[in-house]
């Protein structure tokens, strides 16, 4: 069985501080994890994915995560919040040998404040 | 290259009712997943579809059923529309391992369905 907890439902940040979106994830087999942005009325655009290789996974717009088994936690960060990056966001994991069963996480709320 | 696109963008039905959605892929994607996003909520995995039959299944009943057609688009239907229907459907495409390997590559998702059942 696979899941994923995102530990806060709604995060609030100023403009231009740190992002910190955190999740958990469980899973059987050696996982491959996503994370999601969703504006909108727009379709979910992929920020970043971990499958195998290097632990510290930079995506687009400047987030990154980083995977720890230790801690079963692939959380994003971002150094400065800009007002664009108000969205939903989803942390997704996946057994590593069949990217179909995607599983997502209820998704945090990013609210930037100027 | 004009991405995942789905239609309609909204739609209204009655309990009861038979709805159609549809879904064409990403050029170059020959697999189509479907997922029901509630309201404050994550995705669901409904169905995924290639070379034209449905792979795998969520945990959604037989009232939910799809097709996918030669050209890689494909629809969803859910017949007998229940008040808890209500949801965004998104439709995702990606493209197969070569060799018809169970695993999908990564997955683009279109803007979405939103489905209201009054």
């Known amino acids: 069985a696979q899941s994923v907890t995102q530990l806060d439902s709604h995060v609030s940040v100023s403009e231009g501080t740190p992002v910190l979106l955190r999740c958990n994830y469980s899973?059987?087999?050696?996982?491959?994890l996503f994370w999601y942005v969703q504006h909108p009325n727009k379709g979910l655009q992929l920020l970043l994915k971990?499958?195998?290789?290097?632990?510290l996974v930079k995506g687009i717009n400047g987030f990154e995560a980083e995977f720890k088994k230790s801690e079963t936690s692939f959380h994003l960060t971002k150094p400065s919040a800009h007002m664009s990056d108000a969205a939903e966001y989803f942390c997704v994991v996946t057994p590593r040998l069949n990217n179909n069963d995607m599983r997502f996480g209820a998704g945090t709320r990013l609210t930037v404040k100027p | 290259d004009a991405g995942v696109t789905q239609s309609p963008t909204h739609l209204i039905k009655t309990r009861g009712q038979q709805v159609t959605l549809r879904c064409s892929p990403k050029s170059g994607h020959d697999t189509v997943s479907w997922y029901q996003q509630a309201l404050g909520q994550g995705p669901q995995f409904i169905f995924q579809y290639y070379e034209e039959e449905e792979r795998q299944r969520g945990n959604f009943p037989d009232r939910f059923s799809g097709h996918q057609f030669p050209n890689y688009s494909s629809e969803l239907n859910v017949n007998a529309l229940l008040l808890g229907d209500s949801a965004l459907y998104l439709c995702a495409s990606s493209m197969t391992a070569g060799g018809g390997a169970l695993s999908s590559y990564e997955q683009y998702f279109g803007p979405g369905t939103r489905l209201t059942v009054t």
């Open positions: 899973s059987s087999y050696s996982p491959s």
């Open positions: 971990y499958t195998s290789a290097a632990t």
